[in-house]
């Protein structure tokens, strides 16, 4: 399964809804988890800590939707 965990939009929402460790269970677990770039940058968590555990960083939150089969987020989806 892909599993995509795009930017929280929303205004002061600064959680993302994977962390590193819940990443690298899932992609030992056999799935690809797509995450947005600077996506963890609000709760200290850098690109390279989640491609380090196996997470693939895309740039373009549209690529993540398109792309991913789950998606994970903190909040509701909001049109941006």
Known sequence: MIIGCPSEIKVREYRVGLV???VKALV???HTVLIE???G???GISN????AVGAEII???E???KRADMICKVKEPLES
């Not at 390279?48 to 491609?51: T, V």
């Open 20 to 22: 590193p460790a819940a």
């Open 28 to 30: 030992s677990d056999g």
């Open 37 to 39: 770039s600077h996506a």
């Open 41 to 43: 940058v609000g709760s």
């Open 48 to 51: 390279e800590q989640y491609k």
């Open 59 to 61: 740039d373009s939150p």
């Open 63 to 65: 690529t993540i939707w």
